[in-house]
């Protein structure tokens, strides 16, 4: 047993990863102009909607496959981003025009700096979670 609980290697393994993404979270956060450009420019490039989405689908479809444990908070952590980022991305692909509507929607840029500022947390706890496990 480590000290966080979690002694599940996929879960050791993936939430440094994990991790690390949701705390990039801090430039959206730290830039408040930062969410409308993205959602700007998406909304005028399809290609880049769909890269978007494309990414987002397969790597929480990867951490889905790898990843299929809710024991701990650490593993639900992991395995319910890998869900957010499989449906966000499935949404972005199969619904593009949907999308880019919600994104020009007054106050999306609000709901979005809230996600980030959910994500900023979790992503603290998973690299606790990597670097105190890994000595635990």
């Known amino acids: 047993m480590t000290l966080t609980g979690?002694?599940?290697?996929?879960?050791?393994?993936?939430?440094?990863l994990v991790g690390a993404y949701l705390l990039s979270a801090t430039g959206f956060l730290?830039?408040?102009?930062?969410?409308?450009?993205?959602?700007e420019d998406l909304s005028k490039h399809p290609a880049a909607l769909h890269a978007v989405g494309a990414v987002a689908f397969l790597?929480?479809?990867?951490?889905?496959?790898?990843?299929?444990?809710?024991a701990t908070p650490a593993?639900?952590?992991?395995?319910?981003?890998?869900l957010w980022w499989a449906f966000e991305g499935a949404g972005m692909l199969a619904s593009p025009e949907a999308v880019r509507r919600a994104?020009?929607?007054?106050?999306?840029?609000?709901?979005?700096r809230v996600q980030n500022g959910i994500a900023l947390p979790i992503g603290v706890y998973?690299?606790?979670?990597a670097i105190i496990g890994r000595i635990g």
């Open 75 to 82: 593993e639900v952590a992991v395995s319910a981003t890998g």
């Open 59 to 70: 790597t929480g479809a990867a951490i889905l496959s790898f990843h299929r444990h809710w």
């Open 126 to 129: 998973l690299m606790i979670v």
């Open 6 to 16: 979690v002694t599940n290697q996929t879960t050791l393994t993936l939430a440094p």
């Open 103 to 112: 994104m020009m929607r007054r106050g999306a840029s609000r709901v979005m």
């Open 30 to 39: 730290r830039a408040p102009g930062a969410v409308a450009d993205f959602f």
